[in-house]
């Protein structure tokens, strides 16, 4: 089956940037798109088809695909972003796949 | 305002069944894919059906036979009817919209989730 593999936790200092990757076979072939979940919420969309941010997302959430290895980079942490965050892909046998989620905690 | 809210859950024995209920607010899921998207405690996300305004759906593997999708276009709701539960089906459920682009969908919108509890 079709995985997509993500570190378990980032640590970042306030208005450093956080990189979190998110890797999968032939994963630069798919699109992936990116969920921001904090504690006792609903996850968020913060990034689609690899780099497009939804209406309301700020300018510092960013993203790419490439080499097999799609990347969330939050530049300029703040401590509203300590959440989890789930990459997402799609792959014709599996359909919909998540990556296990990566804690980000701002110090 | 458009959102999403759910209902439906509850405490159930393994074996027994049980189905999820989200109204959709401020948009028409006739128009819309709809999906359902659940959690495990402290787990991950893990995709469950998608489907779209004219009935169509697609399932994950590990679910199908048990779980189904539905919606009713004139109450503008989607349901999952979910049987022969087992424990590991423990979670939250989230209803979603379903964006498609292409091949593929993406989720942009998230209810607040329903809590479903298999136990003995």
């Known amino acids: 089956s079709y995985e997509l593999t993500q570190p378990a936790s980032v640590s970042v200092s306030p208005g450093q940037t956080a990189t979190i990757t998110c890797s999968g076979d032939n994963l630069e072939e798919r699109y992936v798109f990116w969920y921001q979940q904090k504690a006792g919420q609903s996850p968020v969309l913060v990034i689609y088809?690899?780099?497009k941010r939804p209406s309301g997302i700020p300018e510092r959430f960013s993203g790419s695909n490439s080499d097999n290895i799609a990347t969330l980079t939050i530049s300029g942490t703040q401590s509203m972003d300590a959440a989890d965050y789930y990459c997402q892909a799609w792959n014709t046998t599996a359909l919909c796949v998540f990556g296990a989620g990566t804690k980000v905690t701002v110090l | 305002e458009v959102q999403l809210v759910e209902s439906g859950g509850g405490l159930v024995r393994p074996g027994e069944s049980l189905r999820l209920s989200c109204a959709a607010s401020g948009f028409t899921v006739s128009s819309n894919f709809m999906a359902w998207v659940r959690q495990a405690p402290g787990k991950g996300l893990e995709w469950v059906s998608v489907i779209s305004g004219g009935g169509t759906t697609w399932s994950a593997g590990s679910m199908k036979g048990r779980f189904t999708i539905s919606g009713d276009n004139s109450r503008n709701m989607t349901y999952l009817q979910m049987n022969s539960l087992r424990v590991e089906d423990t979670g939250i459920y989230y209803c979603?919209?379903?964006?498609?682009?292409?091949?593929?969908?993406?989720?942009?919108?998230w209810g607040q989730g329903t809590l479903v509890t298999v136990s003995s």
């Open positions: 088809q690899d780099n």
């Open positions: 979603t919209r379903a964006i498609r682009f292409g091949a593929i969908w993406f989720f942009d919108l």
